[in-house]
């Protein structure tokens, strides 16, 4: 099941009462067997799958592991960012979880291994930001946003990443799981779902 999730929505429960509200828990609600195989930060929107059944839950997880779905986002981020020099970037810089601060992560040497490719899709000079592509080659959490940071072009309406400068120009945290490739975990069909930016 791929699912178009809305900002501001936790993926799972949280701790505590006032965070059980959550997608996985809505859909449970109407699909008993529906499981988690992924998440997203609750700022961000955009596409998630969840499995039907043990079975299906069992093989995207395999699938996810072995890097064979894959995602694509779209940020805006602050300041004009230079295109690389090829059609893609790559930002290959360890994350580790700032431990004093959680949730927030830090690039540290002891992290772990993170890449995210990225390309520019638009550059706004009136308002001094460029649109991107964004696909982590990893999962962690956190990633692209932590990753935009360190090449200091913070995504527009990061309340735990972003300036004083570009916290004002968003209402939210401009960043959207916005493509989804994955192999039908029983029929073994290519499946390619997408969703466009609401920003």
């Given at each position: 099941?791929?699912?178009?999730?809305?900002?501001?929505?936790?993926?799972?429960?949280?701790?505590?009462?006032?965070?059980?509200?959550?997608?996985?828990?809505?859909?449970?609600?109407?699909f008993?067997?529906?499981?988690?195989?992924?998440?997203?930060?609750?700022?961000?929107?955009?596409?998630?799958?969840?499995?039907?059944?043990?079975a299906?839950?069992?093989?995207?997880?395999?699938?996810?592991?072995?890097?064979?779905?894959?995602?694509?986002?779209?940020?805006?981020?602050?300041?004009?960012?230079?295109?690389?020099?090829?059609?893609?970037?790559?930002?290959?810089?360890?994350?580790?979880?700032?431990?004093?601060?959680?949730?927030?992560?830090?690039?540290?040497?002891?992290?772990?291994?993170?890449?995210?490719?990225?390309?520019?899709?638009?550059?706004?000079p009136?308002?001094?930001?460029?649109?991107?592509?964004?696909?982590?080659?990893?999962?962690?959490s956190?990633?692209?946003?932590v990753?935009?940071?360190?090449?200091?072009?913070?995504?527009?309406?990061?309340?735990?990443?972003?300036?004083?400068?570009?916290?004002?120009?968003?209402?939210?945290l401009?960043?959207?799981?916005?493509?989804?490739?994955?192999?039908?975990?029983?029929?073994?069909?290519?499946?390619?779902?997408?969703?466009?930016?609401?920003?």
């Open positions: 099941m791929v699912l178009d999730k809305p900002a501001g929505l936790l993926s799972v429960p949280g701790k505590g009462e006032d965070k059980q509200d959550c997608l996985s828990g809505r859909v449970q609600q109407r008993a067997d529906a499981r988690v195989v992924h998440r997203l930060d609750m700022a961000t929107s955009g596409l998630l799958v969840m499995a039907l059944g043990a299906a839950q069992r093989s995207l997880n395999a699938a996810f592991a072995s890097r064979q779905v894959h995602k694509r986002y779209v940020a805006v981020v602050a300041g004009l960012l230079a295109p690389p020099v090829t059609e893609w970037g790559f930002i290959d810089l360890p994350i580790l979880l700032d431990w004093p601060n959680r949730p927030r992560r830090i690039i540290d040497p002891q992290g772990q291994p993170s890449c995210t490719c990225w390309r520019v899709l638009k550059h706004d009136t308002g001094q930001t460029t649109r991107l592509e964004l696909e982590p080659v990893t999962g962690r956190h990633q692209l946003r990753h935009l940071q360190a090449l200091q072009h913070p995504i527009l309406g990061d309340a735990l990443y972003g300036t004083p400068a570009s916290l004002v120009k968003a209402n939210r401009l960043l959207h799981a916005t493509r989804l490739e994955l192999t039908h975990p029983v029929s073994g069909q290519a499946m390619v779902f997408s969703s466009e930016p609401p920003f």
